[in-house]
């Protein structure tokens, strides 16, 4: 199933519509569907446009957590891993983390040893059902020769030693998050990106559905819905505000900034992901992401609009010091003109509100100004009791908890009686287990996928792609390839590949398959999105005109309109760099 749109089965009634297609709202969608409720989800950008995209590109436990004794969240966060990793091998790859411990690490050796000994034992079912490639190994002490063989940059003046524990990368959020997506439609929702929800459908103190705008077209929806999930992270209180449904927590924006560099210290082999703290307490996660070093996060509260959400080069700054702190004296600094791009998003965390007899606790009132402690946990609002009956919101969250937190909706949506004489299945009677289907695309539920893919190598031979590009699509799309393949084996032009630059494998046909099969509606939801070379650093003009020239027609685009939306494309990208870049002196 597509996510091709059909806007005719708006006017169809549902039993439930969700508003936000990033993670949160899209599990939601694809657990309710495949428990048998009519689905609609309406997402005012594209599908992962928001916070989703804009992750550590972690699939894991979160071993920071546990330091604010967030053990269930942990708990949780480790039990989706295995489902997010045995459900996607193509998609979420197994990472060894080194964990560097100074004389003055904060806190010291012997409780990050601890911490990291918990985290193993708090992900006891790792390996259940695992092949052994995916099998989590245990955590182990490295001595200080083998924590500076396997990252040099290190700072070796009073290094001890480092712990290596093992996480899963989400290597591509916003292909994993699609994939999801396919999955809630071929269950049977219907998912609308690029429209906004601007108000509530009423029947006195019951919410009846939502009014919706096209935001590229213009055209305005009421589409009717028994209950409604609102999932619009970051812009969650300001979904409700046409409600007048009040919470009794409030929402604490904190911007979290990734840098893209080339590899740090210049040291191209290093493999492991580094989880280093800084004298001054900071932390900060090195990956080695696609022949480059991704590494952040920034966390600070954010006062402005979500809308007005820019890196700054403050943000920059700040990431550069951190780094720079926990590397050797010889190594080479990192300076802001290493930054290739920045990814930005606002993590969505929930504090107690002023008006909530938990919130007149002046500890609590603190920890709610700490962005950097707040809880990672979700929270279900029913607004039921605020005047607006079958309303829920979801608060919080992680990119890693979203099936977790879906599940707890779904549930709760369920046991209400919004839905009336809607088929009313428990998860265990639906015969739909979200925690053992293999999401849309995936080889086979707790395979290995190296062998898939290796077959996918051989097979592509005759199109003419070579195997670099070949093993790319296999990765991005899984058996989806398939439907790749067959594009350029109709359309030999599709073929062509969109850049000529190094390390850059996306071709023609994704653009085709981008639009026709995910629902890509403009420029940027390709290139960020559907392909990945929006995700590698700055596109180049000719490579988006490359994409327009595909896409246009698909679109109905004439050669002028072709010429403008790429000059436009290309501005918007520019002035999004302006924000962080340095001035030139
Ligand atoms: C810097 C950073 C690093 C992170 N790293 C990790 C990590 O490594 N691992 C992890 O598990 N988690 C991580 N997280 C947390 C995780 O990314 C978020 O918890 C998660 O993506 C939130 O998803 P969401 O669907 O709730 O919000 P979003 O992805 O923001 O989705 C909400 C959607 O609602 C839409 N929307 C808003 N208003 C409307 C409207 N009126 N009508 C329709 N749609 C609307 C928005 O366009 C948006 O797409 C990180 C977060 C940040 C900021």
């Known amino acids: 199933m597509t996510l091709a749109r059909d806007v005719t089965c708006l006017s169809e009634p549902f039993d439930l519509a969700v508003i936000g297609g990033g993670i949160t709202g899209i599990q939601v969608a694809r657990e309710a569907a495949g428990r048998g409720l009519r689905t609609v989800l309406l997402e005012r950008n594209d599908f992962g446009a928001g916070t989703s995209a804009a992750t550590s590109k972690l699939i894991h436990g979160g071993i920071r957590y546990l330091e604010n004794r967030q053990f269930q969240v942990v708990r949780e966060s480790l039990r989706e891993r295995r489902i997010l990793a045995l459900g996607a091998p193509h998609l979420v790859e197994q990472r060894r983390f080194v964990m560097p411990a100074w004389r003055w690490s904060t806190p010291p050796t012997a409780l990050l040893g601890a911490g990291v000994g918990l985290y193993s034992l708090l992900g006891f079912d790792s390996n259940r059902s695992a092949p052994d490639s995916l099998r989590i190994p245990l955590p182990r002490w490295l001595s200080r020769r083998q924590v500076l063989s396997a990252v040099p940059w290190i700072d070796p003046d009073g290094l001890q030693g480092g712990f290596a524990y093992h996480d899963t990368l989400n290597v591509h959020p916003e292909r994993l998050l699609l994939a999801y997506a396919r999955s809630a439609a071929a269950d049977g929702a219907q998912l609308f990106n690029h429209m906004e929800v601007t108000g509530f459908i009423r029947d006195g103190s019951t919410v009846r559905g939502v009014t919706a705008r096209d935001g590229l077209t213009g055209i305005s929806y009421e589409v009717s819905a028994a209950a409604v999930v609102n999932a619009a992270g970051p812009w969650l209180d300001l979904v409700l505000r046409p409600s007048g449904a009040a919470t009794k927590m409030s929402l604490l924006r904190s911007k979290g900034v990734h840098l893209l560099t080339p590899p740090v210290g210049g040291h191209s082999q290093v493999t492991d992901t580094v989880f280093a703290r800084t004298r001054n307490g900071r932390h900060v996660i090195v990956t080695p992401w696609q022949h480059m070093s991704f590494i952040g996060p920034t966390d600070t509260a954010m006062a402005q609009h979500p809308d007005d959400l820019a890196a700054s080069p403050e943000d920059v700054e700040q990431i550069l010091g951190t780094v720079n702190d926990t590397m050797a004296p010889n190594a080479r600094r990192m300076r802001a003109d290493d930054v290739i791009d920045t990814t930005v998003g606002i993590r969505p965390l929930l504090v107690p509100d002023a008006g909530d007899p938990e919130g007149d606790d002046p500890d609590s009132q603190e920890a709610a100004a700490d962005t950097y402690t707040a809880s990672r946990g979700h929270e279900i609002y029913d607004h039921s ?201």
């Open 385 to 585: 009791s605020h005047g607006a009956g079958n309303l829920w919101s979801i608060g919080g969250g992680k990119w890693t908890t979203g099936r977790a937190t879906a599940v707890a909706m779904v549930d709760r949506l369920l046991a209400s009686s919004a839905l009336g004489a809607a088929p009313q299945l428990p998860m265990s009677d639906s015969g739909f287990r979200s925690d053992r289907a293999p999401v849309w695309g995936a080889f086979d539920w707790a395979k290995d996928a190296e062998p898939f893919l290796r077959e996918a190598v051989q097979i592509g031979a005759e199109l003419g792609l070579d195997p670099a590009v070949r093993l790319h699509l296999a990765r991005l799309y899984g058996t989806d390839y398939h439907r790749i393949f067959d594009l350029v084996r109709d359309r030999p032009d599709l073929a062509a590949r969109v850049s000529m630059r190094a390390g850059r494998h996306d071709i023609s046909a994704q653009v085709v398959h981008g639009i026709d099969a995910e629902g890509a509606r403009t420029l940027a939801d390709l290139l960020d999105r559907r392909l990945v070379i929006g995700t590698l650093g700055p596109v180049l003009a000719e490579e988006i005109r490359a994409v327009a020239l595909v896409a246009g027609p698909l679109w109905g685009w004439d050669a002028a309109r072709i010429d403008h939306e790429a000059v436009r494309e290309d501005e918007r990208r520019r002035a999004r760099r302006m924000t962080w870049q340095p001035v030139p002196a």
